[in-house]
């Protein structure tokens, strides 16, 4: 460690060594292997307090501790003599320490008064304790004196004087009266800091006998009282009210001296009627107010920790409704001496030199006096090298053997104080105290202290080096302080490592070597959320943690800052808390604690359970009218979410019991609801809460509530006039229910007359029922119609006039001017005269039009078999659209009028023709007696001609071997042709042919098919062009191998006199995928497609036998006459050629792509 240089001002050059990290002394370590052989001067450790007051019942015990090497030896002084404690049976000094124990039981205690000091001495030097006042507790007994009675006026102030004895300590006073029972104090009756009792203003109810003032004494626990006081408050001349006056202090002002670190009490008592109001303030500044506060109803200002800037002067200020008065405090702030700087433990090397300072401050200033080894300085023999300069001892090139304890003594009139400091002169060479490789951990962005703790005398400078190599220097990322430890401020993991630290002076070095980790912090990535459950569900907190892989993580969980219940309920998972079947005792704040041995983090959620709300309760029925009422409830509990609304029910226990029905709905924050009433009705209500959860159960039923009859209030609704036959009219309503009856003996009275015409009302009474039917009314004619409440108590309100009609009948003529207009071969339009409203006798729903094909026009016989289709047109029409016609042929049509009633007679007929159109699709396209080169088709005439048949077109084109279409040929023939064979076609080929027949409005839908002409096995050109093809001259040579190989293998088996049974192994596995032809007609199957005209890109599915392209690209049939050549499943083959059959084996692998192998063998033989 490195010594700071300091020059003190007349002395030179002085090394000042810095002996310790912040202000702790650096001292000789109480390692006991380092203490082996280290002598150090006395330190006192333990002292008894400086003024010591002792209970005579017990044991004086005087303590005196201290330290050093070899251990100090202990005596004492008492009031400035040597004390001889071994001389005293009554004195026992405890072993290896100066402390004192006196047995003052049985003898006088005052003879063990005094002042005492402890001195601890070894042969380094010798360190003093303070000077130690023992004084007894004494708890004197009041002087007797006898009170005179007094007696005063009402209003006038008095003060009652306690004067307790003086003790020590000083008593605590209090007053009471004969029953032990403390007088009450406030504004006007106050105890004063000295214990006398004042009052402001004296009052009847002051009088009496037992004002009783007591002392206790803390020490012996003992209560003195003095002789009760007796008062009279007279009223026969009474004080008036006067302006305040202050009874403590008295005059205008006064004086208080404090002491610099003791509480300052200030008092201001006034008296006057009425009772004063008392007030604090500086003058020139402001009261502390983190410091100060009011006692004694604020009489009494308390300033604790007193300082300088408390000085001043302090106003106290009296106030009533006549007036003011002041009193100013003028207070001033004295010191005992304090510490600025105490002297501090030197450690020198000889030759070294070192400075003690001891720094103090008071009011007045103090003195300072200098010891050593507890003599006067200026008593003990000059050194050449020690020199004193009032606060300060400077101590120059010293040298072994002259260690010692040095003594500042600082003092004023108010106190002293007293410091020891030694000076330990060493020659010791470095030691490191830090154990050796430690390991230190911290976590990344944290700050790291690497220790190294040493010791030597002189002081060693210490050096680090990070893996051995690089020199650390004090500054950017690294401080080094003045005890050795290293410091990282934000430690990093490129920091991790290896450090060393070597402690040297000049006498020695000596290294240690300490290790650094530096770990990935622990961190909550998902925090636990806040979670609202409901009373019986389940609540899961996630706590998800991020933490350095080479630390053990341990999960805590917390509720409300304590244990989890012991209950199963709560489980505990790696990453979360379950809480299952949720109750209110589980709401609270969980937290999620991930502790490892570095650090932890944190989170914390709350849990709020809730649940449907209790049911309100106390319903109550107030401000009762016929037709209202007020209604009040008691809200049950929330359970922790908000009552939204509040839902009222009644029940009617006259018309409906045991139904309850929703009346109204009032806001969740109130109580009371304003019910509307009906008359007649014999109410019930009860009460439902809504919170977010769901409603309550309902509140117990109030009281009932009968309200009384009276008249309808409103008349029975949905009225309607309809005649459901000639020559009536039944008219219809909604009765009233028996709530809406509002009384006894619901009746209604309904009204009828005919509309437009100035007839009376006819009227007819009818029970409660809800239709009422009026006879030999006129066919379909409108009524005006009224249908009223009546009861016991009235009628209800003038009701509504309603518009309806009597009976309908059926219409009596159809219409007339029946007019068609064809616009094509499948659309006309019919038009037609309406039918006028007397004629349709009812309500007009509209006309039927019934139409139907007589025949086609080239045809001279009706058919029979049509049916007649019918087209409704709603409403008032006079025309409507025919769609769907046959084209070229003859239809005839009628119309009808429609009421409710039914329909009426038809129009006349009429019979219109629809021109020519396209024909339908010919009934069917086949394909016969396929060949080499030519096919043959047949077809059958549409089964509509929709017109004059002028001929067929038939369009063909060839499908190659990958789907495409090749060019098309268009062909067209008569309308009596039906059959063609299409010559000069490339053999083994798939057509696909289009077939459409036409009149004069043009070509019909198309119908299509597709077919092959048969393969060709003799044309030579075929085998030419394969036997050119890389693939075939591959797979030939491939097969040729496979044979010899066979051949060989077979040669080896027959010297050895084994079979090869080829024909058997052939004849038991034929191949299944080989279809012969039909036997019928020797052709290929068709081949139909019929959403795009286009070949499919896949497989082919024949229907008459046509072997499948995409299994196998050529058939054995296609190949021979007889049609029964093979493959078996191995790959042999074995069939007939050219009428001949010829036995040979052959090996090889099958292509569904390739053309036939069969072709390939017979190019290959």
Known sequence: MDRNRKWVPGIGAVLLILLSHMTSALEVPLDPKVLEGLPQPPTITLQSPKDYIFDPRENIVIHCEAKGKPSPSFSWTRNGTHFDVEKDSKVLMKPGSGTLVIDISGEK???????????????????????????????????????????????????????????????????????????????????????????????????????????????????????????????????????????????????????????????????????????????????????????????????????????????????????????????????????????????????????????????????????????????VPEEHGRKVEDDTVILSNVQSGSSAVYQCNASNEFGYLLANAFVNVLAEPPRVLTPPNQVYQVITNSPALLHCSSFGSPIPTITWFKDSQTAIKDGDSYVIHENGTLEISVAQLLNSGKYTCIATNNLGIKENHVFLEVKEPTRILKQPEYKVVQRGMSAMFECKVKHDPSLIPTMTWLKDNGELPDDERFEVDTDSLTIKDVTDVDEGTYTCIMNTTLD????????????????????????????????????????????????????????????????????????????????????????????????????????????????????????????????????????????????????????????????????????????????????????????????????????????????????????????????????????????????????????????????????????????????????????????????????????????NKGEGPPSTSKTFETPEGVPGPPSFLKVINPGLDSLTLEWGSPVNNNGRLTGYTLKYQPVNNTNELGPAKVMSFLANDTTVTLGNLNSSMLYKFYLSAKTIKGSGPIITEEAFTVMDTTVPSRQVDIATQGWFIGLMCAIALLILVLLIVCFIKRNKGGKYPVKEKEDAHQDPEIQPMKEDDGTFGEYSDTEDHKPLKGSRTPSNGTVRRDESDDSLVDYGEGGDGQFNEDGSFIGQYSGKKEKDTHEGNESSEAPSPVNAMNSFV
């Open 600 to 899: 932890q983090d944190s989170a914390s959620a709350m849990l709020t359970v809730v649940e449907k709300p209790d049911p309100p309760s106390d319903l109550e029925l107030t401000d009762q009218t016929e037709r209202s009422v007020q209604l009040t409830w008691i809200p049950g509990d929330e359970h922790n979410s908000p009552t939204q609304k509040f839902l009222i029910q009644y029940e009617d226990l006259l018309h409906q019991p045991g139904v309850w029905i929703n009346l109204t709905e009032v806001a969740g924050t109130s109580t009371t609801a304003q019910l509307n009433l009906s008359p007649y009705v014999y109410y019930s209500f009860r009460v439902l809460a809504q919170n977010r959860v769901g409603h309550s159960d309902p509140s117990q039923p109030s009281r009932q509530y009968r309200t009384s009859p009276a008249a309808p209030d409103e008349n029975p609704s949905d009225v309607q006039g309809v005649g459901t036959e000639p020559g009536n009219l039944v008219i219809t309503w909604t009765p009233l229910t028996g709530f809406q009856s509002n009384g006894p003996g619901l009746e209604y009275r309904v009204q009828w007359r005919q509309k437009d015409m100035d007839d009376e009302w006819s009227s007819k009474n009818v029970a409660n029922v809800s239709q009422f039917i009026v006879s030999g009314t006129p066919t379909f004619v409108p009524y005006e119609i009224k249908v009223q409440a009546l009861n016991d108590y009235g009628s209800g309100p003038e009701p509504e006039v309603v518009t309806g009609y009597s009976g309908e009948d059926f219409p009596v003529s159809g219409p007339d001017s029946v007019q068609v207009m064809v616009h094509n071969g499948t659309l006309a339009e019919v038009h037609w005269e309406p039918v006028l409203s007397p004629s349709v006798r009812g309500k007009l729903q509209g006309y039927k039009v019934y139409y139907r094909r007589e025949r086609g026009l080239h045809e001279t016989e009706m058919d029979k078999d049509q049916q007649d289709q019918v087209l409704t047109f709603s409403g008032n029409r006079s025309e409507g659209r025919l769609p769907g016609l046959q084209p070229y042929s003859l239809y005839s049509l009628f119309i009808t009028v429609l009421n």
């Open 109 to 379: 205690a005052e003879a063990y008064e005094g002042t005492y000091q402890c001195t601890a001495h070894n042969e380094h030097g010798t360190a003093v304790s303070n000077s130690i006042v023992i004084r007894q507790s004494r708890s004197p007994l009041w002087s007797k004196e006898r009170n005179e009675a007094i007696t005063v006026q009402v209003g006038a102030f008095l003060v009652l004087q306690c004067r307790p004895p003086a003790g020590l300590p000083p008593p605590v006073i209090f007053w009471m009266d004969n029953n032990f029972q403390r007088l009450p104090l406030d504004k006007r009756v106050s105890q004063a800091l000295n214990g006398d009792l004042y009052f402001s203003n004296v009052l009847p109810e002051d009088t009496r006998s037992d004002y009783i003032c007591y002392a206790r004494f803390p020490h012996t626990q003992t209560i003195q009282q003095k002789q009760p006081i007796s008062v009279t408050v007279l009223n026969n001349s009474p004080e008036g009210e006067r302006r305040p006056g202050f009874m403590l202090p008295l005059g205008p002002t006064s004086t208080k001296m404090v002491l610099r670190g003791d509480t300052l009490e200030l008092e201001c008592i006034a008296e006057g009627l009425p009772t004063p109001e008392i007030s604090w303030t500086k003058d020139g500044g402001e009261l502390p107010s983190s410091r100060m506060s009011f006692h004694n109803f604020k009489k009494t200002l308390k300033i604790s920790d007193v300082n300088e800037a408390d000085a001043g002067d302090y106003r106290c200020t009296a106030t009533n409704n006549l007036g003011i008065a002041h009193h100013i405090i003028k207070v001033t702030v004295k010191a005992a001496p304090f510490w600025v700087s105490a002297p501090r433990n030197l450690i020198l090397a000889p030759n070294e030199t070192g400075i003690l300072t001891c720094r103090v401050n008071g009011e007045p200033k103090p003195k300072i006096s200098w010891f050593v080894n507890g003599v006067p300085i200026e008593n």
